[in-house]
């Protein structure tokens, strides 16, 4: 049987910032299946939970709406008193956080209970595209068509174009952030020819598709596009190593 909370749980953390929309929060509880997340500060402190209970009243912001204080369990906790904290509560999640108070994992009350009956503890895959350099989960590739563009969150985040035909190397060609991926994304699809000249040369291509990433905070979008750009200007020309 597990012992501590590291052992059971969930790693694959969505969170969003204190100045998110609830109408955002809700189209990423949708997303991604959930039916709470964290709100956190930009050092990925806990700063309360927005449950889809909490969204239903009225449209505001995140730190408004979330229920407070976080409920929080140190990563090294025991299992046992995981399970006491919870049945004190009304809560069914509690955020795991490390020794700098970051949060790092969730847990819920069916990860408790599956450990202290000796059931394997089991995580849906959230995100099937966690990238780590990024910290956030992408989606499957897309066909830029009204119908991949309607897969993707209508929040702030990011957009990437993929170019790649059979039997050719897959490359990211071109990254952006908007205010709406989905927006941005119906954009391309209806004015290809109107945008940029590089980034119309990339959407007349057949084997064009695209790949997008909810990011609400800011400051993450920013060093994600740091980080992005820095990405494409390594990139090798065709023939390169």
Known sequence: MARIVAEIMNR??????????TRE??????????SALPVVDEARRPLG?????DLLETESVAHRQMSKPAMCVSISATVEDAARQLARTDRHHLI???????????????DLLRSLLGIPIRHPVAFPHWDESTQ????????????????????????????GAPGERDAIVWSETCLSVRARALELVSFPSAQEPML??????????????????????????????????????????
């Open 12 to 21: 694959e953390v969505l969170t969003v910032g204190p100045e998110a929309t």
């Open 25 to 34: 929060v809700l189209d990423l509880l949708r997303s991604f299946r959930l």
């Open 49 to 53: 939970v927005l449950s889809l209970r």
């Open 96 to 110: 795991v956080v490390d020794g700098a108070g970051c949060t790092v994992g969730v847990v819920s009350t069916l």
């Open 136 to 163: 956030v989960a992408w989606t499957d590739d897309l066909q830029l068509d009204p119908q991949g563009c309607a897969s993707v969150p209508d929040c702030p985040g990011f957009l990437l174009i993929v170019s």
């Open 200 to 241: 119309a040369r990339h959407l007349a291509r057949s084997s064009s598709r695209f790949r997008a990433a909810a990011v609400l905070d800011e400051s993450a979008r920013q060093r994600i596009s740091a980080l992005l750009r820095d990405r494409l200007a390594h990139v090798p020309p065709p023939g390169g190593v």
